[in-house]
């Protein structure tokens, strides 16, 4: 069992940056992949970004590539979205999830925080 928690969100302009924190409990955090995913009012879930349990590999989206950075501090038991140069098509709610591979299928992911809003102003 792992407990999930987002933080970090907001309201933020065109072109600023954000960074979210998932915090996790329960389990040994490292034996996981992470993952974000977002989901805005209307529309299905979205992959976001990846990273494999020892952070050596990740992957992200191409509409956020080169834009947000996944990280994670295994210690902390946080992983972390840095989303730069927010476009007025970001905003969403977002969650971190946790999964036993590394993958970016949202139904392979176990686990899954509450999320946090993000909202980008034009």
């Known amino acids: 069992q792992v407990q999930l928690v987002e933080s970090g969100g907001g309201l933020v302009q065109t072109g600023g940056s954000l960074r979210l924190s998932c915090a996790a409990s329960?389990?040994?955090?490292?034996?996981?992949?992470m993952g974000w995913f977002r989901q805005a009012p209307g529309k299905e879930r979205e992959f976001v970004a990846s990273i494999s349990w020892s952070g050596a590999s990740t992957y992200d989206t191409v509409s956020v590539r080169g834009r947000f950075t996944i990280s994670r501090d295994n210690a902390k038991n946080t992983v972390y979205l840095q989303m730069n140069s927010l476009k007025p098509e970001d905003p969403a709610l977002y969650y971190c999830?946790?999964?036993?591979?590394?993958?970016?299928?949202?139904?392979?992911?176990?686990?899954w925080g509450q999320g946090t809003q993000v909202t980008v102003s034009s």
């Open positions: 329960g389990r040994t955090f490292s034996s996981y992949a």
């Open positions: 999830a946790a999964a036993d591979r590394y993958t970016f299928i949202a139904r392979n992911y176990d686990y």
